[in-house]
T-cell receptor, first 112, second 114 residues
Framework: DGGITQSPKYLFRKEGQNVTLSCEQN?????MYWYRQDPGQGLRLIYY???????QKGDIAEGYSVSREKKESFPLTVTSAQKNPTAFYLC???????????FGPGTRLTVT | GENVEQHPSTLSVQEGDSAVIKCTYS??????FPWYKQELGKGPQLIID?????GEKKDQRIAVTLNKTAKHFSLHITETQPEDSAVYFC?????????????FGAGTQVVVTP
């Protein structure tokens, strides 16, 4: 089965703790993305990566960090510096040549 | 940067009727316009897309139209069914960006009542 997996589906953390969200794809896509979705809003880009060991900030990168050590993996760390971390986080990937982005099932993070 | 506006925010239709969602974009150089369907608690699913070199594209009950002059594009769903109930997002590519970064609209909640 080809696709994008995100784990876990639900994540709960205490305020002040860093937390890492997993994203894995077996589509052999070059580009990967992280989005944040808040209730009733569209998707906002956090970080994106075109190739291994390279990534760029999106529109709302403050308080987040990423790594791209392998083509198939693009983990996102939500740090304690992120003021409002509770949200639905979506990972996506695309072939560098085309523009079609395919999304994973998402991780709902709740920070209390 | 690119700005995408989507209307309406909610849309209620009777089963069998048509639904139309409209989006406008600001960057005249944007050249790729996908539509996504998101069911509750799931990731968005790409349902149809259109590139700037065509004016209309159709896939069974779904069609998308693009008016480059007016900088707007629309999603048309005919013969709606209860399983069409979801949130639909439009998006536009950021011009000159080989990564294909997308700017999303705020979404339309579609409710199809039997």
């Amino acid at each position: 089965d080809g696709g994008i997996t995100q784990s876990p589906k639900y994540l709960f953390r205490k305020e002040g703790q860093n937390v890492t969200l997993s994203c894995e794809q077996n589509l052999n896509h070059d580009a990967m993305y992280w989005y944040r979705q808040d209730p009733g809003q569209g998707l906002r880009l956090i970080y994106y990566s075109q190739i291994v060991n390279d990534f760029q900030k999106g529109d709302i990168a403050e308080g987040y960090s990423v790594s791209r050590e392998k083509k198939e993996s693009f983990p996102l760390t939500v740090t304690s510096a992120q003021k409002n971390p509770t949200a639905f986080y979506l990972c996506a990937s695309s072939n560098q040549v085309g523009y079609e982005q395919y999304f994973g099932p998402g991780t709902r993070l709740t920070v209390t | 940067g690119e700005n995408v506006e989507q209307h309406p925010s909610t849309l209620s239709v009777q089963e069998g009727d048509s639904a139309v969602i409209k989006c406008t974009y600001s960057d005249s150089a944007s050249n790729y316009f996908p539509w996504y369907k998101q069911e509750l608690g799931k990731g968005p699913q790409l349902i149809i897309d259109i590139r700037s070199n065509v004016g209309e594209k159709k896939d069974q009950r779904i069609a998308v139209t693009l008016n480059k002059t007016a900088k707007h594009f629309s999603l048309h769903i005919t013969e709606t069914q209860p399983e069409d109930s979801a949130v639909y997002f439009c998006a536009a590519s950021v011009s000159g960006d080989s990564w294909g970064k997308l700017q999303f609209g705020a979404g339309t909640q579609v409710v199809v009542t039997p």
